[in-house]
């Protein structure tokens, strides 16, 4: 089917359709087809594992059937987690990370940050499809290294669209928490592993954990070039905050403007 639209795309009937400006009737007309025909869902499979996402969007089937690039990824967070294991899922969208975690989970559990509201919408939907309830906790609120209130940088309103990040001139008030906080109050147990995606912002996060951050097995984080310099650090200084805690750094993925990391923890 991908084969056929990118072939459909590129035929003269199309260009023809976008000189007399019907092409964008077309498109919507036929993703609704699409993801009617889907039932509004999609079926993924990582590692073994299968997860039901819902796909109300264009934007959120397509983030959900390639899983943004990051199956690897997703398949190697697999194969780290425990089936005891408190797994924190920062920055977890609609979770496409969140609910295979949730699956590879027997008496653990896995807690999604999603600050977001259309997002963690779906974020809890998507996790009642697939992982019971006792094993999964979404919390509405951005992890940083301090606690208060922040404004969320919205970039496209639909389910799983955009790019969401903390900026001073956000326009969406949201919670921010430091985790070692969270962890200390007793409102959420300390993690084995932490999966980090949020644009820019990773070592506001880390540090947010304090020394606690020791004692995590492993970290999972996607670092982006241009945005960390947005937030006053870089990839090559989160790397080494990692790497001040003991951690070893594996990169799994890179792109022109980020790549992900693994950094799990040093024996000895």
């Not at 009617?36 to 999609?42: D, E, G, I, N, P």
């Not at 080494?240 to 594996?250: K, V």
């Not at 980020?258 to 024996?267: E, G, M, P, T």
């Amino acid at each position: 089917m991908p084969n056929l639209e990118r072939q459909a795309a590129r035929s003269r009937l199309w260009t023809f359709c976008k000189r007399v400006g019907i092409a964008p009737t077309l498109a919507t007309l036929y993703w609704n087809i699409k993801l009617a025909l889907h039932l509004w869902s999609a079926s993924v499979s990582v590692g073994g594992y299968t997860a039901e996402f819902a796909a109300d969007t264009r934007t959120e089937y397509q983030r959900v059937t390639s899983l943004i690039g990051e199956r690897d990824v997703v398949k190697s967070l697999l194969e780290d987690v425990r089936e005891s294991d408190v797994v924190y899922d920062i920055g977890a969208n609609i979770g496409t990370h969140t609910c295979f975690v949730g699956k590879r989970l027997r008496d653990g559990v896995v807690i999604a940050f999603e600050p977001m509201p259309t997002n963690a919408a779906h974020l809890r939907q998507n996790l009642s499809m697939n992982v019971p309830a006792g094993r999964w906790v979404v919390a509405e609120c951005a992890l940083s290294n301090e606690n208060g209130n922040g404004t969320l940088a919205v970039e496209g309103q639909s389910y799983g669209a955009g790019r969401h990040a903390l900026s001073q001139h956000g326009e969406l008030d949201i919670d921010v928490c430091r985790g070692e906080t969270l962890i200390e109050s007793e409102r959420y147990p300390l993690p084995n592993i932490i999966k980090i995606d949020v644009e820019g912002a990773e070592l506001k996060v880390l540090k947010g954990f304090g020394d606690l951050l020791s004692e995590v097995r492993v970290v999972y984080a996607e670092l982006h070039h241009d945005l960390s310099i947005e937030y006053g650090t870089s990839t090559d200084e989160i790397e080494a905050y990692l790497c001040n805690y003991g951690f070893e750094i594996e990169r799994l993925s890179e792109r022109s403007d980020a790549y992900h990391i693994r950094a799990i923890k040093s024996q000895g």
